[in-house]
């Protein structure tokens, strides 16, 4: 399993790339609410997921779900954002994930939506389960870490695990992390074997958890 900076988990045996929470279309849909922000998010994260697809070329993409950040975002995306994912799925496998945000699935794209994914000895799932199968690769919490070196505090989106399980973090542009402390986290690691895999500046950097500001 390797990790990439930008928050994308691969299997190279597999040729198989994996993001979580993508969160598109979501300043649209706050938009559609009334609230305006920034329309740019969706073009961000598809040019950065462009950036490594063409990075690892794998055969296979899940996205973990959260895909969009509405039940009817990918039924209002422009037609250039539609043309941008096609050319990505072209010749590949792609698996939307359905989340919280999106259960109903994705319209008019190319894939197919699941629940769940079983595959390479791993289970793909959005939300965590507090008893988890063995290999459940998660979403949904957009985990982050935050470190004291030299009397500052660092911040930063992580990859979670405790060999039992991997929560990813969220890959749009605009979406928060919540630190790994939060109550929302209980139960759901064994600290002792607890490791936050930090994204930053295209580098991860791995800390274990006692090592992390609680």
């Not at 950040?69 to 995306?77: E, K, Q």
């Not at 389960?129 to 290999?135: E, V």
């Not at 630190?179 to 991860?204: C, P, V, W, Y």
């Amino acid at each position: 399993m390797l990790l990439d900076p930008a928050g994308a988990m691969i299997l190279p045996e597999h040729g198989l790339l994996c993001v979580s929470d993508l969160h598109l279309e979501k300043g649209a849909a706050f938009a559609r609410r009334g609230q305006l922000l920034p329309p740019w998010d969706t073009l961000a994260t598809l040019r950065i997921l462009e950036r490594v697809i063409a990075r690892y070329n794998p055969r296979i993409v899940v996205s973990l779900g959260d895909n969009f950040h509405d039940r009817t975002g990918s039924v209002h995306m422009p037609v250039e954002f539609r043309l941008m994912i096609g050319e990505m799925a072209r010749g590949r496998e792609w698996i939307w994930i359905n989340g919280n945000h999106d259960p109903d699935g994705v319209t008019d794209l190319a894939g197919i939506s699941a629940d769940t994914l079983d595959y390479a000895g791993l289970h793909f799932r959005h939300e965590p389960q507090k008893q988890p199968l063995a290999g459940e690769v998660a979403g949904h919490l957009h985990p982050a870490a935050t470190l004291l070196r030299k009397e500052r505090a660092v911040r930063r989106p992580c990859f979670a695990t405790d060999s039992r399980r991997m929560i990813m973090p969220s890959f749009g542009v605009m979406t928060g992390g919540l630190d790994i402390n939060n109550r929302a986290f209980a139960g759901l690691f064994e600290k002792s074997r607890l490791t936050a895999h930090m994204l930053s500046q295209g580098r991860i950097h791995s800390f274990a958890y006692h090592m992390l500001r609680g």
